[in-house]
């Protein structure tokens, strides 16, 4: 018995190193910044003061006009950038399972944007942008098209930061969608090209049941990425032109690292963390059903 005791042990302390790492450096500051965000910090005469005020920075920031315009930046950003990916993500992946000559110098041009850092890129980025001397206002010059303000624009900046996570982040998705791909088995294509099915209906019956679950690890950690997506926004625009790009998890940063109000930069955090969760759940709830793919495997 004392033996069975013992190999029912060792997975655990294999586990325990990441277990521990996970415990540390996740579910604390979790719990850390859940317990600061019903915490109020004034500073007088040089002393600090910490008072628990309950859900009291919730509530001034429900009433913040602010809040509630970083809250919809956040929703509109989160709703056009996480299809959009996706979506170029498997069309690149598709595209690169096709069998061409330069098939590897092709690959390797797609996955350049993964080895550039984002901060690096967004420098590069806002160059490209500038409405004065930027690469993208020369190019449409010579179709006649006036400068366009891009940035400094409160009705293209979100479009700009948009364009810049999405060529960031499309050839690292697409990483993932094409290993899917590869790993689907040629049979089923053969079986499907004797039954007479067309490019789309392979598509449609074949690639998209036996890579739904690598669609939804995609989707969910896409998603969980883009809330957090604040890189751009630092560099580049600081939140606005009149708040047209200051997304809830800027805000909290401003809140903290400018103004010192960490209760309510933690109040922010805890419920976009809230918001994150409620998402991903739903889309495991209506996009996790892998019933069909295992069916065809």
Same mark, same amino acid.
């Given at each position: 018995?004392?033996?069975?005791?013992?190999?029912?042990?060792?997975?655990?302390?294999? %586990? &325990?190193? !990441?277990? $521990?790492?996970?415990? !540390?450096?996740?579910?604390?500051?979790?719990?850390?910044?859940?317990?600061?965000?019903?915490?109020?910090?004034?500073?007088?005469?040089?002393?600090?003061?910490?008072l628990f005020v309950w859900f009291e920075?919730?509530?001034?920031?429900?009433?913040?006009?602010?809040?509630?315009?970083?809250?919809?930046?956040?929703?509109?950003?989160?709703v056009i950038i996480n299809p959009l990916q996706i979506s170029l993500s498997l069309g690149l992946a598709l595209l690169l399972m096709r069998k061409t000559k330069f098939i590897r110098i092709i690959r390797s041009l797609y996955l350049l944007p993964i080895g550039i850092a984002l901060p690096i890129a967004t420098i590069v980025w806002g160059l490209m942008l500038d409405p004065i001397d930027g690469l993208f206002n020369s190019i449409i010059g010579v179709f006649g098209i006036p400068p366009q303000p891009f940035l400094i624009s409160e009705h293209q900046a979100l479009w700009c930061i948009i364009g810049i996570a999405t060529w960031k982040g499309v050839a690292f998705w697409m990483l993932f969608l094409l290993a899917g791909l590869e790993d689907i088995p040629k049979q089923y294509?053969? &079986? !499907?090209?004797?039954?007479? !099915?067309?490019?789309?209906?392979?598509?449609?019956?074949?690639? %998209?049941? $036996? %890579?739904?679950?690598?669609? %939804?690890?995609?989707f969910v950690a896409d998603t969980a990425a883009n809330f957090v997506l604040m890189v751009p926004m630092i560099i580049l625009t600081k939140g606005g032109p009149l708040q047209s790009t200051n997304v809830l998890v800027y805000e909290a940063y401003r809140s903290g690292f400018f103004y010192q109000d960490w209760g309510r930069s933690l109040s922010i955090?805890?419920?976009?963390?809230?918001?994150?969760? =409620?998402? =991903?759940?739903?889309?495991?709830?209506?996009?996790?059903?892998?019933?069909?793919?295992q069916k065809l495997k």
């Open positions: 018995m004392h033996f069975f005791k013992k190999q029912w042990i060792v997975p655990y302390l294999f %586990l &325990a190193p !990441a277990l $521990l790492g996970t415990i !540390a450096f996740k579910l604390y500051p979790i719990f850390i910044g859940l317990w600061e965000s019903f915490i109020y910090t004034s500073y007088g005469g040089g002393v600090e003061k910490r920075n919730y509530q001034y920031l429900f009433s913040d006009p602010l809040f509630w315009q970083s809250l919809k930046i956040t929703s509109l950003l989160t294509y053969e &079986a !499907a090209s004797i039954d007479g !099915a067309k490019t789309f209906d392979k598509f449609r019956f074949v690639t %998209l049941p $036996l %890579l739904r679950r690598t669609i %939804l690890f995609v955090v805890t419920i976009l963390t809230t918001i994150t969760l =409620i998402v =991903i759940g739903l889309q495991l709830l209506f996009l996790g059903d892998s019933r069909e793919g």
